[in-house]
């Protein structure tokens, strides 16, 4: 079998499928379906300095070839977290890496410090880009000085590897992807979901209470490769690819495009054992055309 063991900053993983937060819980959801343990991470749903509610219902939508949300990081927030989540996870045997968000530097700095000092997180995904939080996230992610502002204030205070998520709601994102890796990111990920909006033709106002939200799934997926392509070639630092990663062949072109793992979200509410199948299905592809390791196809395409 060919070695799937691939490294993010000093993150060592098993194998290089992850989960995408927010669509896998805390992961003790997904234990009667899969072995946790079987995977290379797991990045848990967005978790802030306080609790939030999060936005109105409605707050999800079917669309062709992908969903809508705006879901908002309803959360209990970090103090909840460290007391009640933390010790149901903290002896899974995988990365338990949680997704960090917030609404100033300060906020993202503080919540990230409290999470530094739990023992068995040996990550942070930071989400600087979510695009369905109106005060906050979207505003961080689509310049170089906001990413930069909130990227050097979580590093001051944070000891361990620090991963950035990145919005596809910009014109250069190779460029913010720099500024991150300037400012001390171990890693960056993306994409996060494209803004988009349905209607409801009959009842004449949109589906979502707050109009729009963040697209996710199949229809993402080009855009989500082509940005990888242009991250990896931009920075030195490992990049984790996302975005409409449905099987094994969509993980593999990530993998190609220069991404060393990926996360699979929206697949996961099609088919909650996804993950171990894309694990699989990778080793299968590399064991059929001659690889030895994962590393062999990652970047190939110039």
């Known amino acids: 079998m060919a070695d799937l063991r691939v490294n993010i900053g000093r993150l060592a993983l098993k194998n290089p499928v992850m989960t995408a937060s927010g669509t896998f819980g805390y992961g003790v959801e997904f234990a009667d379906f899969i072995p946790l343990d079987g995977l290379g991470g797991i990045i848990v749903k967005g978790t802030t300095l306080n609790p939030r509610e999060g936005n109105d219902y409605p707050r999800m939508a079917e669309t062709p070839q992908g969903m809508l949300n705006c879901v908002g990081l309803q959360n209990k927030g970090v103090d909840y977290f460290c007391e009640h989540i933390y010790p149901q996870i903290k002896d899974i045997d995988t990365n338990m890496i949680v997704n960090v968000s917030g609404s100033s530097p300060e906020d993202y700095a503080e919540c990230a410090a409290r999470i530094d000092a ?23 992610g689509v310049t170089c000085a906001g990413a930069e502002s909130v990227v050097k204030a979580v590093r001051e205070r ?133 690889c030895r390791s994962i590393t062999e196809i990652i970047g190939c395409i110039a």
């Open 118 to 140: 739990l023992e068995k997180i040996p990550a942070i995904e930071l989400n600087i880009s979510c695009p369905n939080v109106k005060d906050g996230g979207m505003a961080f």
């Open 158 to 290: 944070y000891h361990k590897t620090l991963i950035v998520k990145l919005s596809p709601n910009v014109t250069n994102i190779a460029e913010i992807a720099r500024a991150c890796e300037a400012q001390g990111a171990d890693s960056v990920s993306l994409i996060n979901t494209l803004m988009g909006m349905a209607i409801d033709i009959e009842r004449r106002r949109t589906v979502l209470s707050i109009n729009t939200g963040g697209l996710s799934g199949p229809a993402v997926k080009p855009v989500a490769l082509r940005m990888v392509w242009q991250v990896a070639k931009a920075v030195k630092i490992p990049v984790v690819g996302l975005g409409g990663i449905m099987n094994a062949r969509d993980a593999i072109e990530f993998f190609m495009a220069g991404a060393t793992a990926i996360e699979i979200g929206t697949a996961n509410f099609i088919d909650p054992a996804v993950t171990i199948k894309v694990r699989d299905g990778i080793s299968d592809w590399l064991d059929q055309h001659g």
